[in-house]
């Protein structure tokens, strides 16, 4: 009984390494153990670091470098590309609050700044002409060399990483291989890169540079540098630091695998609170399903004992609820 309660403890107060080292492998047995250890990280703790990603480090240097260069633009320059209906652009201070939240009472903005990414489709593309929602070219800041070049490099290095990450783990949970294409062969991807000012000693309670929530979709990929301030809602309450470890990602499971999996797959709540007196950067990469593809329970966790805890939806259809209330872009 000891035992089994000191690793209970143990796996829900620690954030777990996985290796994802064998992820290029061939063998069936190297990739079942990563998919094993994620779904064993995600249905406990909700919260993973991966390491042996694979990543060249420039890739990773550079998204810094061209996230820092875009932010110390004039505001003016950054305005001239602020936001728009497709969600693509930069997102200023006080800009963003996320009121369907139901883990804290966010009145307050997030205190940071953006810029977003999506997949980038000209009106030639089909996706444009047969008006998908959220379809359209991304704009960019005039005056930052490189920073095109540097963002869709990163983007579609960490498109394939999540392709392959999430592919595994959704055979692991039982979705079969044309229900994975349905939903993820041409994925909902988002880049964000954030700066989060340092905030004041005397707004840590009711002020946050990213206020208490869950991501909307498949996972989250992040890459954080040293300053810290992301936090973990642990299952029983606490709000766990998770700080950048050298060589490593932070990864987490959004609402729509949470969905997908009945629930057991866990879509942690987590926040940024800045108070290192210094500014932090960070850069997100969200890896989504399809805007157009039906979300419902499907593999292993839905069955006859184990009913369908979610009713189906349309992914698009959700995504412009969450966005439509949190941004003045999506109003109408
Ligand atoms: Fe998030």
Known sequence: ??????????????????????????????????????????STVGFSYIVNHNIDQRIIDDIFIASKEFHSLPRKEKQKIELNHLHRGFIPINSSTEPNSDLANTIIPNQSESFIMMRDAQKDDLEVINNTYLAGPNIWPENVIHFKERTVRYAEAMTELCAKLTSIIAKGIGITRPEFISLFEVPTIWLRLLYYPSQSQSSYDNTFGSAPHRDFGGITILS??????????????????????????????????????????????????????????????????????????????????????FNPMIYGDYLKNELSTTYNQHKN
């Open 1 to 42: 009984m000891l035992k089994n309660l000191t690793l209970e403890k143990k796996i829900t107060n620690q954030i777990p390494i996985i290796d994802i080292g064998k992820l290029q492998s061939n063998e069936t047995q190297d990739l079942e153990e990563i998919a094993d250890n994620f779904i064993k990280a995600y």
């Open 224 to 309: 954080q540098d040293q300053i810290g301030g992301l936090q973990v809602k642990t299952r029983s309450g606490e709000w766990l630091d998770a700080p950048e470890i050298p060589g490593t990602f932070v990864v987490n499971v959004g609402n729509m695998l949470h969905r997908l999996s009945n629930g057991f797959l866990m879509s942690t709540p987590h926040r940024v609170i800045n108070k290192s007196n210094k500014e932090r950067y960070s850069c997100p990469f969200f890896f989504d399903p399809n805007v157009n593809a039906t979300i419902k329970p499907l593999g292993n966790h839905v069955n006859k004992e184990n009913p369908a805890k």
